[in-house]
């Protein structure tokens, strides 16, 4: 198990989440992402509204949810990029996902949490990718950045 010490947890860490843009950008939880400075300066907000509380649910209503957030997303007056989250063992499906650059991290939780989900990943201008929760950790901290 990786540190945090819960299945969740891990899972989160050691997921690839896929910016699409040319060239993809992968950003991996506590690494430097130096490509990401040269188009993104001021970092940005990685999120899904897929399979809430990590509930899988069936492709159409992930669908319906993902439309959902691109029109809050558009609403607050942000551009954003496609993305998928993905699961290097393959144990869980691939998520579609959104990258939203410059957005603040704290705007990036209010929608997270609108859409129940567990965290979301935040970038930086040092371009560190960091997980966020979006309520207490499966470690039991009451909000772990790490």
């Not at 509930?55 to 959902?68: D, I, K, Q, S, T």
């Amino acid at each position: 198990m990786m540190p945090g010490g819960h299945p969740l947890d891990a899972a989160y860490r050691a997921a690839h989440y896929r910016i699409e843009t040319a060239p993809p950008l992968i950003l991996r939880i506590g690494q430097t992402h130096p490509a990401l400075a040269a188009r993104f300066p001021h970092g940005g907000v990685f999120l899904t509204a897929c399979n809430p509380r990590s509930r899988r649910l069936r492709p159409a209503a992930n669908a319906r949810r993902m439309r959902a957030l691109c029109r809050a997303v558009e609403r607050a007056g942000h551009a954003w990029l496609p993305g998928r989250g993905l699961d290097p063992h393959g144990s869980w499906p691939d998520e579609p996902s959104l990258w939203v650059p410059g957005l603040p991290l704290e705007s990036g939780l209010r929608l997270a949490r609108r859409f129940d989900q567990n965290a979301l990943v935040w970038c930086g201008p040092d371009t560190v990718a960091r997980l966020v929760w979006t309520g207490p950790s499966p470690t039991a901290q009451a909000r772990h950045i790490c």
